[in-house]
Nanobody, 127 residues
Framework: QVQLAESGGGLVQAGGSLRLSCAASGRTFSMCPMGWFRQAPGKEREFVAGISGTGGRTNYADSMKGRCNISRDNAKNTVYLQMNSLKPDDTAVYYC????????????????????WGQGTQVTVSS
């Protein structure tokens, strides 16, 4: 069993920054691709960013490209999402997710390819 716990969400003004963290426990974390997704009220859960198991490859949604950076520290079993220049449209619950059944270098963009999910952390961007 894997547990993922997000933290770092909150209320921020437009143009501000937040750093989300996701701590993993329960199974070997290193070599597992990780992703961040978000879900706004009434909308589908969408891919934000992903990182390969070693951290050498990353992938970003077009809406966040240039405004966020995903990274990981395998020694701490933690993945991070640094978000800058936040907009009100970025308001959502942000979830981290882990892939344990796929290749370590492949970063899925579909939520159906992720095996474990955290409970989410709320990000609210005020205008």
């Amino acid at each position: 069993q894997v547990q993922l716990a997000e933290s770092g969400g909150g209320l921020v003004q437009a143009g501000g920054s937040l750093r989300l963290s996701c701590a993993a426990s329960g199974r070997t974390f290193s070599m597992c691709p990780m992703g961040w997704f978000r879900q706004a009220p009434g909308k589908e859960r969408e891919f934000v960013a992903g990182i390969s198991g070693t951290g050498g490859r990353t992938n970003y949604a077009d809406s966040m490209k240039g405004r966020c950076n995903i990274s990981r520290d395998n020694a701490k079993n933690t993945v991070y999402l640094q978000m800058n220049s936040l907009k009100p449209d970025d308001t959502a619950v942000y979830y981290c997710a882990a892939v344990y059944s796929g290749a370590p270098y492949y970063i899925p963009r579909s939520r159906r390819e992720y095996d474990y999910w955290g409970q989410g952390t709320q990000v609210t961007v005020s205008s």
